[in-house]
C-alpha cells in the first residue's frame, strides 16, 4: 500500500506567521497589464505581501531588486499575539478595499484575479474566526521540522544572500519563543495538542539538537559556501564560523527552549483524537477543509463523493479482473523498465505530450538528498523555482527510500512531469497576473499532481488493461485516507472504528492502521488536499468531456484549468463548462 507522498512546500508564511499568501509561484510583470488602478493595486499588495518573510522573499524571487525591492528587512514573520490579530485586521481591510473597484470595468484577465482573490480572501476571513485551533508545530509538517529543511535547501547566490541568512538564524530564538506563547494561548483555551503528539515534537527538537557541532545546518551551509562563487577563500572561513557561532548561541538553544517549554505544557492537551471533540471543532475542520480543498461542497457531501468513487474504482478492478484472471498476478509483479531517474523524467516529458500542451523550453536538474536529511525527507520532491527564474528547475531523490521502481515513476510524474513542475513552468508561461500566483489553493495544486500521478500508469509501457487495474486500484486506496481524515475529524471515529474501517477494505495490519491514524490526527485535513483535488479534477474531466462530445481534446482541457492557475473549483467549473 503506498501512501500519499507530501510535497515539501519551499514557502512557509502559513507556518510561520498569519501572513495573507502561504505560497508564491510565478511572475510575469509587476506592472500588470493596462496600467488600471486595479492593476497597480495588485501590483502593491503583491510587493508588501512578499516581503514579509525573508523565506517566502528568497524562494519567491532570485533578484528582488529587479522589481524594486531593496533594503528590505530580513525577518521570520511576527507570530506575536498582536501581530496575529493585525493580520486578520489587514485581510478584512484588504476584502474591503476589493469591493471598491467596479467589476463590471475590468479586463478579462482582471476579473479573474478579482474573482480568486475575492474568494481566498473569504475562505481565510472564514478561517480566522478559529485562530487558536491552527497547529504550527505538528511533528512532520511543522515549524520545528520543516525549518531546518528550508534552512538546508537555502540557496546562495551571492554575498547578500549568505548575510541574509545568517541573520535569520540568529532570529530562531526569537520567533521560536513566539510560537512557544502561541502554544501557551492554545493551552490556556484548551485547544493544546496531546501528550502524544506534544511528545514526538518534543523528540524531534532533541533529536536536532543531539549532536550540536555537527548538525547537517554546519555540513549543508559547508558544501553551500564553497560551491559559492565571487568571495575570497578567507571570506568564505569567516562565514563557516559565523554560521557556526549562529547555531551553537541561537539555533541550538532555541530548539532546546522549544523542547522544554512543551515539556511544561505536558499534560494540557484535553483531546487525544479528532478536533470534532472540540467545542465548535467540527465547524473549525469545515472551515479547514474548504480552505484546503478550494471547494464548497459540505464535508458530508465530500464524504459521500469518496465514498462514491471509491466504489466505482473498485468496480471498474472488479470489471478488469473478470475479464482478465491473469491480472492480478501482472500487478503484484509489475515493475518500471525504466530503471534510471533521469531517464524516467525524460520519458514521462516525451509521454504526457499525448495529453498535455508542450510547455516552454526549460531545463531540469535531478538532485539527491544530503544522507544527512534523508530521514527528514520524501521520497521525492520539487523545489518551486523562483518565479523571475522559472526555467531552471530542480527535482530532489531521496536516496534512503528504497521503494521499487514504479513507486518512484509515479513519485516523479507527481513533482515532475506533469505534476508540479511542469503545472509551475506551464502556467507561468500562460502569464499569470503576480498577485494571483501567490493564492495558495493546495486543493488545486496537489489535486493537479494526484490526478496526473494516476494519469502515469499509462504512461509506464503497460498494457492498458493493467494500467488502468493499477491506476483505479491506487485511487480506491488514496480514497481511504480522505475517508479517515473526515471520519475521525468529523464524525468522531476512533481507534476501533479506524481498524474496522480499513479492516473492512482489506488492510488487516493493526500497526498501519494506527500510523495511519496517528498521521490523520496530526494534520487534519491534510490527506483531502491531494484526494479531493484529484476528486474534483476527475469530476470536471468527465463534465467536460460530456460537454464535448467527441470534439473532446484532452490537451485542450488541461491547457484551459493550467491558464486559469490556481482557483476555486467553482470557478473552473464556471471557466470550462459555463
Not at 134 to 152: K, R
Request: glycine fraction near 6%; charged fraction near 25%.
Amino acid at each position: 500500500m503506498k501512501p500519499f507522498r507530501k510535497k515539501y512546500s519551499i514557502l512557509i508564511a502559513a507556518l510561520l506567521v498569519l501572513a495573507l499568501f502561504a505560497t508564491a509561484r510565478f511572475l510575469p510583470s509587476l506592472t500588470g497589464r493596462g496600467g488600471s488602478d486595479f492593476n497597480h493595486f495588485l501590483s502593491q499588495t503583491f510587493v508588501k505581501e512578499v516581503q514579509g518573510n525573508t523565506l517566502n522573499l528568497h524562494f519567491t524571487l532570485s533578484n528582488p531588486a529587479a522589481v524594486g525591492i531593496k533594503n528590505y528587512t530580513v525577518t521570520f514573520g511576527d507570530f506575536s499575539s498582536e501581530a496575529r490579530k493585525n493580520q486578520i485586521l489587514e485581510t478584512r481591510r484588504l476584502r474591503a478595499e476589493l469591493s471598491h473597484y467596479s467589476y463590471r470595468t475590468l479586463s478579462e484577465d482582471e476579473k479573474l484575479v478579482y474573482d480568486v482573490l475575492k474568494d481566498y480572501l473569504d475562505r481565510q476571513l472564514r478561517l480566522s474566526d478559529y485562530a487558536l485551533y491552527d497547529e504550527v508545530l505538528t511533528p512532520s509538517g511543522g515549524a520545528t521540522s520543516q525549518l531546518p529543511i528550508l534552512l538546508a535547501e537555502y540557496y546562495f547566490r551571492n554575498a547578500q544572500d549568505v548575510e541574509d541568512y545568517l541573520t535569520l538564524l540568529a532570529q530562531i530564538d526569537t520567533y521560536f519563543a513566539q510560537l512557544l506563547d502561541f502554544e501557551r494561548e492554545k493551552a490556556d483555551a484548551g485547544l493544546f495538542m496531546s501528550d502524544r503528539c506534544c511528545a514526538k515534537v518534543i523528540d524531534s527538537c532533541e533529536v536536532f539538537t543531539a549532536h550540536p557541532t555537527d548538525n547537517f545546518l554546519v555540513s549543508t551551509f559547508d558544501e553551500r559556501i564553497e560551491s559559492l562563487k565571487g568571495i575570497s577563500d578567507a571570506q568564505k572561513k569567516e562565514y563557516r564560523q559565523r554560521n557556526r557561532t549562529v547555531i551553537a548561541e541561537h539555533v541550538i538553544p532555541a530548539y532546546q527552549n522549544m523542547a522544554s517549554g512543551l515539556t511544561a505544557l505536558m499534560g494540557s492537551g484535553r483531546n487525544n483524537w479528532g478536533l470534532c471533540h472540540y467545542k465548535n471543532g467540527r465547524n473549525y475542520y469545515s472551515a479547514l477543509v474548504a480552505y484546503y480543498t478550494g471547494c464548497d461542497d459540505s464535508v458530508e457531501e465530500l464524504a459521500a463523493q469518496i465514498e462514491e468513487k471509491r466504489n466505482s474504482d473498485l468496480e471498474a478492478c472488479k470489471e478488469l479482473l473478470a475479464e482478465d484472471p491473469s491480472l492480478m498476478e501482472k500487478a503484484d509483479s509489475a515493475e518500471c523498465d525504466i530503471q534510471d531517474e533521469g531517464l524516467m523524467v525524460e520519458h514521462l516529458a516525451n509521454a504526457m505530450l499525448e495529453d498535455f500542451p508542450a510547455m516552454p523550453k526549460s531545463k531540469w536538474e535531478i538532485c539527491h538528498v544530503d544522507k544527512s536529511l534523508s530521514d527528514y525527507l520524501a521520497p521525492a520532491f520539487y523545489i518551486t523555482a523562483p518565479i523571475d527564474n522559472y526555467l531552471n528547475n530542480r527535482i530532489y531523490i531521496n536516496d534512503a527510500d528504497s521503494r521499487d521502481k514504479l513507486y518512484l515513476f509515479t513519485t516523479l510524474a507527481h513533482e515532475g512531469f506533469p505534476g508540479h513542475l511542469y503545472q509551475t513552468v506551464q502556467s507561468y508561461s500562460y502569464g499569470m497576473n503576480p498577485l494571483h500566483t501567490l493564492l495558495n489553493y493546495p486543493g488545486y495544486t496537489e489535486g493537479w499532481a494526484t490526478y496526473v500521478e494516476m494519469q502515469s500508469y499509462y504512461y509506464t509501457g503497460f498494457e492498458e488493461s493493467l494500467a488502468s487495474l493499477m491506476q483505479h486500484n491506487q485511487s480506491a486506496i488514496l480514497s481511504l485516507y480522505a475517508s479517515s481524515d473526515i471520519g475521525i475529524h468529523y464524525y468522531g471515529w476512533k481507534e476501533d472504528d479506524m481498524l474496522k474501517f480499513w479492516g473492512d477494505n482489506g488492510i488487516t495490519n493493526e500497526k498501519t492502521v494506527r500510523a495511519i491514524t496517528d498521521l490523520i490526527l496530526e494534520e487534519p485535513g491534510n490527506y483531502l488536499k491531494y484526494y479531493v483535488g484529484y476528486l474534483k479534477f476527475d469530476q470536471l474531466r468527465s463534465a467536460y468531456e460530456t460537454k464535448k462530445g467527441k470534439s473532446f481534446d484532452a490537451a485542450k482541457f488541461h491547457e484551459q484549468i493550467l491558464r486559469i492557475g490556481p482557483a476555486p473549483f467553482a470557478l473552473l467549473e464556471k471557466k470550462l463548462l459555463g
